[in-house]
């Protein structure tokens, strides 16, 4: 089993900046996928970000040249760097975490969810 917690949600301002922090713990292996997915009240999840081991990375279209994904493979974190925020990315964030990189940014399906953290931005 793998527990991820995440951290670092909360209330933003339009074109404001918030960062997610996610922390792996468990039976952890360094090459897995490590990704972040939202869901929006009334809507689907979706995949915001994806990395793998060795940093390569994946991006919704949504998510290109706005928002950062970064892991540290020693501290067993991923982390969403956030900017040009706006209202429509309020949503519940996700970190999430799977055996194959590939599940996460090709199927966006993954083995492990952390509980969620709320992202709202106001106009």
């Known amino acids: 089993q793998v527990q991820l917690e995440e951290s670092g949600g909360g209330l933003a301002q339009a074109g404001g900046s918030l960062t997610l922090s996610c922390a792996a713990s468990?039976?952890?292996?360094?090459?897995?996928?490590m990704g972040w997915f939202r869901q929006a009240p009334e809507k689907e999840r979706e995949l915001v970000a994806a990395?793998?081991?060795?940093?390569?990375?994946h991006y919704a279209d949504f998510a290109k040249g706005r928002f950062t994904i970064s892991r540290d493979n020693t501290k067993r974190t991923v982390a969403l760097q956030m900017n040009s925020l706006k209202p429509e990315d309020t949503a519940v964030y996700y970190c999430a975490v799977a055996a194959l990189y590939s599940n996460l940014a090709v199927r966006g399906q993954a083995d492990y969810w952390g509980q969620g953290t709320q992202v709202t931005v106001s106009s």
């Open positions: 468990g039976r952890f292996f360094g090459g897995v996928g």
């Open positions: 990395i793998n081991a060795g940093g390569t990375t």
